[in-house]
């Protein structure tokens, strides 16, 4: 099997192809097979494949796939069906109408991969077009991060991978990442998708140059990734987060003899605080994402005058630094009274479920904070665009963060506790630590030096998702 690590040699070609291959044109089948045949291996890692363990490889090179679709709706029902296809293999456009195309396109890539060898096509927000090919293929095996959400998904040899969480960013912005052609760039207004189509409607020259731009852009930045990797597509984490946890990863077990014995007391350490399943399942009910709520007094107004904002510089990290963090396994605990509520709420960090009664915003409170996606809600309620403004009753799981920002904004009758662990506070391990300084200090050096504009975005997004 030919391994190499940097014959990735067709970047310079990408914007002389200002016309697709048509999978249904003479020859476009032949010139795949070439690029197949001729594209090199990398070593990936050992996998199981039954009772043995084997080397997986991938083929080096660039690949993305995306599809055109239109919505509408049948009989009351809302569809939506395929109209066109597109995929870049490191610079070669080939487009398609129908799924038997597509299908016969992945049988001749199949030739060059099994389950040793792969072949990845990144597809950018993933989650879409798999509810398209879920039920194309046999899957020999699909990680994914909730229900229909893959990050990537493996069908005998091909290995649908989603590009959005590798770059965390929407495909407009990762075309302004691209350095290499700063004209490469998402198009936008070239495709009316008020316009219903279908596999024979014909497509004008300036629609089909939206559909390849996709392809194009995305497979354009991840050749830059990979080149970012010493030219090994292998070395391309699954996830944008990938990126610090390995960095993270290498602060915190550090390889070298000399510190042998600071890698063994991480290790010991952390895997001390493993959850029980229960435990796992109340933290995931727990979290939430940023509050980004308009206040419902002003919703439809314009507001005129002096408007100010307000911004925290590098938030995320000024809390990892400065703030207690769970320091212990969990412990599930029995709250008998107010007082044992308020000693575990004052001395340790707690998360729990609770059911309030009769829970209404304050006087005077104009916002209101707790997500009826998270509440299991009885009786009468009001709610203010996904938020709850009060009910006669309503369970979810909290931390006591969350209770002491809930007490701010909200009165109740009742308060009846459920499951309810405490953690011991701490700060977090020194390499952590030391992590989140080595990151701020290369951002803040970095920030406004001419050259170094690639690398301060890398810094300053390796920085906030440490978090």
């Avoid at 590798?166 to 760039?185: E, N, P, Q, Y």
């Avoid at 991480?266 to 895997?271: A, L, R």
């Amino acid at each position: 099997m030919k391994r190499s690590g940097n014959s990735l040699n067709r970047l310079e070609e990408y914007h002389l192809h200002r016309y697709p291959m048509w999978w249904s044109h003479p020859g476009t089948s032949d010139a795949l097979e070439v690029l197949l045949m001729t594209a090199p291996t990398v070593y990936a890692k050992k996998i199981h494949i039954g009772d043995t363990k084997q080397s997986l490889y991938y083929i080096n090179m660039p690949c993305t796939f995306d599809i055109e679709d239109s919505s509408f709706y049948d009989d009351g029902v809302k569809v939506s069906t395929m109209y066109v296809w597109q995929a870049d293999f490191n610079g070669v456009v080939i487009m398609g109408r129908t799924w038997s195309e597509f299908l016969e396109m992945c049988e001749l890539i199949q030739k060059y991969t099994d389950y040793t060898k792969r072949l990845i096509l990144f597809v950018h927000f993933l989650d879409h077009e798999f509810q398209f090919i879920r039920k194309l293929f046999h899957w020999d095996n699909i990680f994914s991060r909730k229900e229909r959400s893959p990050i990537y998904g493996v069908t005998r040899g091909i290995e649908y991978r989603d590009s959005y969480i590798l770059t965390g960013k929407s495909l407009a912005r990762v075309g302004d990442d691209i350095r290499t052609f700063k004209g490469m760039a998402k198009k936008c207004g070239d495709l009316d998708y008020r316009k219903i189509r279908g596999t024979k409607t014909r497509l004008k020259r300036k629609e089909i140059g939206y559909c390849m731009a996709d392809v194009q852009v995305l497979c354009v930045r991840i050749h830059e990734l990979i080149e970012d990797e010493g030219g090994n597509i292998a070395r391309l984490p699954l996830t944008n987060t990938g990126y610090v946890r390995r960095y993270t990863r290498k602060m915190c077990l550090p390889t070298d003899k000399a510190h042998a014995d600071d890698r063994y007391n991480y290790y010991h350490g952390i895997h001390a605080l493993n959850l029980q399943p229960d435990e796992y399942v109340l933290l995931k009910r727990a979290f939430q994402g940023g509050f980004t709520h308009a206040n419902a007094l002003y919703v439809g107004d314009d507001i005129t005058g002096k408007i100010d904002s307000i911004d925290f510089t590098s938030s995320y990290p000024a809390v990892c630094l400065s703030n207690p963090f769970p320091a212990s396994a969990g412990r599930k605990v029995e709250i008998k009274s107010q007082d044992d509520l308020d000693k575990y709420l004052k001395y340790y960090l707690c998360v729990f479920t609770v059911k309030f009664v009769n829970i209404r915003q304050k006087p005077n409170v104009y916002e209101n904070i707790i997500s009826e996606s998270k509440c299991i809600v009885k009786g009468k309620f009001v709610v203010n665009n996904g938020r709850i403004v009060s009910a006669d009753a309503i369970t979810t799981t909290v931390t006591n963060i969350d209770l002491e920002c809930i007490r701010k904004f909200y009165d109740y009758d009742n308060l009846y506790l459920g499951t309810f662990y405490v953690y011991e506070k701490g700060y977090l391990p020194k390499p952590i630590i030391e992590t989140i300084l080595d990151l701020y200090k290369a951002k803040t050096e970095l920030k406004g030096v001419v050259g170094a504009e690639v690398e301060y975005l890398l810094k300053k997004g390796m920085l906030n998702s440490v978090y």
